[in-house]
Nanobody, 120 residues
Framework: QVQLVESGGGLVQPGGSLTLSCTAS????????TGWYRQAPGKQRELAAA???????NYADSVKGRFTISRDNAKNTSFLQMNDLKPEDTAVYYC??????????????WGKGTQVTVSS
């Protein structure tokens, strides 16, 4: 079993910055990819950023140039650095770890979400 713990959300003014962190623990043999998804009230959940085990990056057009995803493999931790935040970035942010067990069976694990509110 794998558990994810998120931190770093909060209230920030437009133009400000926040860094989200997600740490995984448990039966982790290999992390195939990590990502951050967000869901605003009344809207569909969408991918904000993702990084694969090979280092391939994927960002939503709406966050390109402002958000940066990174990871610390030794600590099983993923980070989302968010700069120049806008009110439309307000959402619950969920981290995702795509994990392979020792038998190579791949499963997705989700964090419980952390609220990011951008408002003056």
């Amino acid at each position: 079993q794998v558990q994810l713990v998120e931190s770093g959300g909060g209230l920030v003014q437009p133009g400000g910055s926040l860094t989200l962190s997600c740490t995984a623990s448990g039966h982790i043999f290999e992390i195939r990819a990590t990502g951050w998804y967000r869901q605003a009230p009344g809207k569909q959940r969408e991918l904000a950023a993702a990084i694969t085990s090979s280092g391939t990056l994927n960002y939503a057009d709406s966050v390109k140039g402002r958000f940066t995803i990174s990871r610390d493999n030794a600590k099983n931790t993923s980070f989302l650095q968010m700069n120049d935040l806008k009110p439309e970035d307000t959402a619950v942010y969920y981290c995702l770890f795509v994990v392979a067990g020792r038998d190579a069976y791949v499963q997705d694990y989700w964090g419980k979400g952390t609220q990011v509110t951008v408002s003056s």
